[in-house]
Each structure stands twice: as structure tokens, then as C-alpha cells.
């Protein structure tokens, strides 16, 4: 195998850049940079698939912690078993290191003791943090290493050199050491205790073997100390009979004396914990209320939701003062948040429509955004030889093509059902059609009588082909009519031909149809994807009246906003009129915005290079 694992990357570290450094050594096959499956984002490592052996062993050896982008990479054999790295065979754990110490003199003083597979000095933005690791190929080099190292000087500081130990081993051992402690942590006494005082308290308790109050560079006492016992008894004894007790007017804090990283890892747990408690506690009681009114603050937000039940707390969230708009409700049973959900999603208070909806987690809230994204991107994609806006407006007039009439006593041919309508017209529309182009049902041709209340499926009649030519009545022929296609289709001259025999009904347009009055209960009988539809229907003809060029335009931008806000719109012909405005406003800065960089990009081409 020639395949190499290039590690500690810098997350800019793209396929390119490591080519451009490795092909040197030799011909690459390939090189993979290991990303994030949903944020497609760098995870710091690569695997480099040389065509020859002895190349890899040269990068191996040459091109160990060269600097990509500032940082050193680490190269070792690929291992495809990752029960290697687990076990943690041969692997060295190196502490009180000195600053100087990097990864280069790291490697060379422990490459004595065996062939290495990995090592590094771990760092941070300000350098080494004085601890690394040694990963040897076999578990006897890593004995010799910790036989011979440790306790030796390097660069005037003792090391220690000891085997490695999983996060998991470390704790059980933190836990172990934590019930027979002997140091105790001493806060919050005044400002005149030292460390004869402080060991004047706690001799009551037992031999102290040391006692020491911290201060600052000024030698002022920063108000906590330590206390070392000779034995753990004594050391549990003043923990628990200090802690809380009062000295000089203040309240003593007296606990177990914990290193900063054994500290931060039970802070950590313990906020996990309380985290997930309340999790627990607030599921499906916690209401997440948005489209707020700008008036609306706690108490009125309590007050409009104290009839379905009892409300431990109402929060309107703020920022410098004013509404961001939405709020949170919590309800003392999962049954008075559902009620509270049913009565409240939609009810208009103050000037605008609730949002009412069980809170969720940021991250259950990011997943679910995610797959609804998702699920609109791939329906969105519009079926071929479909107008992209079913909402834009289009061109007047358009084409009916008539079936061609049969000739008499011919014997017809059979067709097979030709493709649907390029161009299917807007629901919400219906067009008055000439007489001649209407059936006995006083339909459009083709439109099916029987259709629903809002006519949501359209069926076209097949025109009747020609004839054939007297003595080949099997022969079927079809001549070209001369079709005429709307604006709004693309490449219309790629289709000719597969749509020879189609009918194109009539686009409708929107004057002189009055939409029946929608409802929140009629939208939310809806299926998702037709709810906007049924809303564009709506406000389509109300936009058309006084923007006609517009229209489709102006109710495609609306229809972004929820679906409850337009519910308003349709009933509240100011709140229309004002997003019209403002929706009008935006086409007309990006149209004066498109014109102004026309000319720069005119006035560019034209002024003449200089030399």
C-alpha cells in the first residue's frame, strides 16, 4: 500500500493545495480531503494515494510537519483498522515539556527507541502547551522509551514519559483520587486572613502540612487559599464542618481542591445536566409565539394566553428596548399548551396574526429547516415545458389550435394520447372564450364538466388527426399546423416536434373574476403545496387592478411571507396596499440599480486604453 494520512490540516487546506505539495515526491493517484457530510467543511486530514511505494516512504520521511497555510501537517501510513489507534498499543503520552520543544526534535529524540508511526506536541495560538504524544510501531520501543525518558532533563526541565490513557481511564482515576483527598479549597474570607490565620482556622481539624493564601503582585490576599492535611479523614472533617460557615461577616466556601481541567469537566456535566432537565421539563408545555404586534409586552402576552390555563412564564424577547417580535409562553401541562395551539395559531391580536407552535431546540429546529429545505428543492424543480412563475402574467392573446376536420367517408386513424399542455393557465383565472370556441357544456374545450369547485384538474381532448390518403387507410399522416407559442415557454423550437397534435388552450386572464373569499380553515384543509397556490389565486386579481404589468411579479415577493400575514392582507386592504407599496419599491431600486450598472458597464467599454 502507498497510501499516506495527512493530518493536523488547516480547514483552507484544499485537494489542490496538498497536489501542489506532495506531487513533487512523485505521481499522485489521488488525494481526498475528509470533509463534514452537511457542512461540507474541512475535518483536518486528508488520505494521498501514491502510484509507487518507495514515493511514500520518501514524503513519509522529507515531508513529515512541513507548514501548509502555517500549520505543520502530520503524515503517517494510512490504517484502514482503527482498532490500532484505539487500543492505544505503543502509544506515549510526554508531559512538562519545554516551550521550544516542536514536533521535529519531538520526533527525533524518540525515534532512538523504534520506528514511529505518529507524533506531535500539541499547540495552541500561543505555541506549545507543554504535553505531547509518541505513537511507536511496536509495544517494546514504548516501554524502552519510558524506561529510558522518564524523569530525564530535556532542556532543563524533568519530563514525564508514561503510557497513554483514554479520557475514560483518566476520569474512573480522577474519581478514585477525589475520595481520599487531602487538599481543601478554602474562598470568600476577608481581606486581612494569612496564612497564619487561615492555618490558626483548620488546625482544630488536624495536622496541616501546608497552608497557603493567594495574592495578587501587590501581596493583597485575593480572598481564597489552600489547606493540605496529613490525612484524608481530617481533610473530609474540615470540609464538612466549614463549608457555610460564617467568618468575620462573610460565609466561607470550604470544598475539595480540584485541578482546573477536573473542575471544568464537572461544570460541564453538571450544566449538561441541568440543561437536559429542563429540556425534560418544558417539553410540550413551552409555546413559541412569533408575528407579535410591537405593543405587545409580558404581561399582555400572559394575559391573552390566561384562559387556557396556568402559565408558569410569559417572555416577550427584546432587544434594546423594543419586540423582536416573538415571544415564549410555558403552561403547566402538555394539555393546556395543545388547547392554547389550537384556539391561539392564526387568532389576529392587536394588528397582526399569531404564530403558535410547540418551541423546539435550536438544533431540532436546524435539522428540521434542513430536510424542509431539502423536500421544496427537489419539488421545486418544475417539470420540462412548464412556465417557471405560475403567477406572471401572459401574453395576450394566445393560440387555440382547432382540430383539423375529418374528411368524409375515410376511415379514421388512431393516435396514441399525445403529451400534456406545455402551458397549462392559472387556476385562478377564468378567461371569456368566443362562442365558436366553447363546447355544449359552455366550457373551454377540452376542460372537463365535471371538474372540482376550484377546477384543480384540467383534461384536454385530443384533437382529431387527419385522414389518411384513399388507399392506404392504415397510413397515418400528420401535417404540421402552424403553431404559435406563448412567451412564457423556454426553447419553444426544441419541442416542435414531440408536441405536434397538441392543443394549447387560451391563457385566462384575471379581469372580471371575482375570488371566492379564502379562510384560515379552508387553508389549513389544504394540502402544503397548494396552500400558496390558493393564496396566489386570491392575490393575484387584487394586484392585478392596479399594477397589471406587475402582477405576477409583485405576488410572487408576497407569497414569501407566512402564510397567516397574507391571511391578513386578503382581509385588511391597507396592509395590502402597503406591502404592494414596499414590494414595488424594491423592483424599482433593483431596476435602477440594473440601469445605472448598464451604463458604468457602457461607459467602460467605451473609454479607450491607454498605452
Not at 48 to 69: G, R
Not at 188 to 214: A, E, H, K
Not at 432 to 459: D, K, T, Y
Amino acid at each position: 500500500m502507498a497510501s499516506l494520512y495527512v493530518g493536523d490540516l488547516h480547514v483552507d487546506v484544499t485537494e489542490a493545495l496538498l497536489y501542489e505539495k506532495l506531487s513533487r515526491i512523485g505521481v499522485i493517484l489521488s488525494i481526498r480531503v475528509c470533509r463534514d457530510v452537511m457542512t461540507s467543511r474541512s475535518l483536518g486530514y486528508a488520505c494521498v494515494n501514491f502510484q509507487q511505494l518507495a514515493d511514500a516512504e520518501h514524503a513519509l520521511d522529507t515531508m513529515n510537519f512541513d507548514l501548509i497555510k502555517g500549520q505543520p501537517m502530520r503524515i503517517m501510513w494510512w490504517q484502514r483498522d482503527p482498532s490500532l489507534r484505539k487500543s492505544g498499543v505503543g502509544n506515549v503520552f510526554i508531559k512538562n515539556l519545554d516551550r521550544s520543544i516542536d514536533n521535529n526534535v519531538l520526533y527525533d529524540i524518540f525515534s532512538f527507541f523504534g520506528n514511529i508511526l505518529s507524533g506531535k506536541v500539541v499547540c495552541d495560538e500561543n505555541g506549545s502547551k507543554g504535553y505531547g504524544f509518541v505513537h511507536f510501531e511496536t509495544q517494546e520501543a514504548a516501554e524502552r522509551a519510558i524506561v529510558e525518558m522518564n524523569g530525564k532533563l530535556l532542556k532543563d526541565q524533568k519530563v514525564f514519559v508514561g503510557h497513554f490513557k483514554s479520557r475514560k481511564e483518566r476520569e474512573a482515576e480522577l474519581a478514585v483520587r477525589a475520595k481520599e483527598f487531602t487538599n481543601v479549597y478554602v474562598k470568600n474570607f476577608g481581606q486581612d486572613v494569612d496564612d497564619i490565620t487561615l492555618r490558626d482556622i483548620f488546625r482544630t481539624f488536624g495536622n496541616t502540612t501546608s497552608v497557603r493564601v493567594m495574592t495578587d503582585e501587590h501581596g493583597s490576599c485575593r480572598g481564597f487559599g489552600f489547606v493540605g492535611f496529613a490525612r484524608h479523614e481530617d481533610a473530609q472533617k474540615a470540609v464538612d464542618q466549614m463549608n457555610g460557615k460564617e467568618f468575620h461577616g462573610r460565609t466561607m466556601y470550604v470544598s475539595r481542591a480540584q485541578k482546573k481541567v477536573e473542575r471544568q469537566v464537572e461544570l460541564k456535566r453538571k450544566f449538561e445536566q441541568m440543561k437536559q432537565d429542563r429540556i425534560s421539563r418544558n417539553q410540550g408545555v413551552n409555546l413559541y409565539v412569533k408575528n407579535l404586534d410591537d405593543g405587545i409586552d409580558d404581561e399582555s402576552l400572559r394575559r391573552e394566553f390566561q384562559p387556557f390555563g396556568v402559565i408558569t412564564s410569559a417572555k416577550v424577547m427584546t432587544q434594546g428596548g423594543r419586540s423582536k417580535g416573538f415571544g415564549f409562553v410555558c403552561f403547566s401541562s402538555p394539555d393546556e399548551a395543545g388547547k392554547a395551539v389550537a384556539e391561539m395559531n392564526g387568532r389576529i391580536v392587536a394588528t397582526k396574526p399569531l404564530y403558535v407552535a410547540l418551541a423546539q431546540r435550536k438544533e431540532e429546529r436546524q435539522a428540521y429547516l434542513t430536510r424542509q429545505y431539502i423536500q421544496r428543492m427537489s419539488n421545486a424543480r418544475p417539470p420540462p415545458n412548464q412556465v417557471i412563475n405560475p403567477y406572471q402574467a401572459a401574453p395576450s392573446p394566445a393560440y387555440f389550435i382547432a382540430p383539423v376536420p375529418q374528411a368524409q367517408n375515410r376511415t379514421p386513424a388512431y393516435f396514441p394520447a399525445p403529451p400534456p399542455p406545455i402551458c397549462p393557465g392559472p387556476r385562478w383565472a377564468t378567461a371569456e372564450l368566443p362562442a365558436a370556441m366553447r363546447n355544449s357544456s359552455g366550457s373551454p374545450p377540452g376542460r372537463s364538466s365535471s371538474q372540482g369547485p376550484r377546477g384543480i384538474s384540467v383534461q384536454r381532448v385530443a384533437p382529431q388527426p387527419p385522414s389518411p390518403p384513399a388507399g392506404s387507410p392504415l397510413t397515418p399522416v400528420v401535417s404540421s399546423p402552424p403553431y404559435k407559442y406563448a412567451t412564457g415557454i423556454r426553447s419553444p423550437s426544441n419541442h416542435v416536434q414531440e408536441t405536434q397534435g397538441v392543443n394549447f388552450w387560451p391563457l385566462p386572464q384575471a379581469s372580471g373574476h371575482t375570488p371566492k373569499p379564502l379562510t384560515a380553515s379552508m387553508l389549513a384543509a389544504a394540502l402544503p403545496l397548494e396552500q400558496k397556490q390558493m393564496l396566489g389565486e386570491c392575490l393575484f386579481p387584487l394586484i392585478q387592478s392596479t399594477h397589471p404589468d406587475l402582477a405576477g411579479k409583485i405576488t410572487g415577493m408576497l407569497l414569501e411571507i407566512d402564510n397567516s400575514e397574507l391571511l391578513h392582507m386578503l382581509e385588511s386592504p391597507e396592509s395590502l396596499s402597503s406591502k404592494v407599496d414596499e414590494a414595488l419599491a424594491v423592483l424599482q431600486a433593483h431596476q435602477a440599480k440594473e440601469v445605472t450598472r448598464q451604463g458604468l458597464l457602457t461607459s467602460f467599454k467605451r473609454e479607450p486604453v491607454s498605452e
